[in-house]
């Protein structure tokens, strides 16, 4: 299974960017996909989780409200809108992926997930 982000960048506070993660390599439905981040000096954290229905999501307090992650049709892309970008958004985000139904607390454990991409920056300035 491999996993490629795309769409990191530059942006000011209070702009937007769309992240998108392509699935390649996989034999069976990957059940669980999710977006972590990790900012200089800190822990790799979960932001944002999808399950394969497609529309059952989950978000860390931080973002909620703010992020919205999606699928398309063919689960083949995962995406994540971010709006309304604050500097303590900046970080390295990457997309992750696990073949088993996790219980919806564990959606946002990075222990919990087998496949992971090579990581794409965002960086958000005042």
């Known amino acids: 299974v491999q996993l490629v982000e795309s769409g990191g960048g530059s942006v000011q506070t209070g702009g937007s960017l769309k992240l998108s993660c392509s699935v390649t390599?996989?034999?069976?439905?990957?059940?669980?996909m999710g977006w972590f981040r990790q900012a200089p000096g800190k822990e790799r954290e979960g932001i944002a989780g999808i399950y394969n229905d497609g529309w059952t999501t989950y978000y860390s307090d931080p973002v909620k409200g703010r992020f919205t992650i999606s699928q398309d049709n063919a689960k083949t892309t995962v995406y994540l809108q971010m709006n309304s970008l604050k500097p303590e958004d900046t970080a390295t985000y990457y997309c992750?992926?696990?073949?088993?139904?996790?219980?919806?607390?564990?959606?946002?454990?990075?222990?919990?997930?087998?496949?992971w991409g090579q990581g794409t920056q965002v960086a958000v300035s005042s």
């Open positions: 992750a992926a696990v073949p088993t139904a996790l219980p919806w607390y564990f959606l946002l454990r990075r222990d919990k997930y087998e496949y």
């Open positions: 390599g996989y034999m069976y439905s990957l059940y669980c």
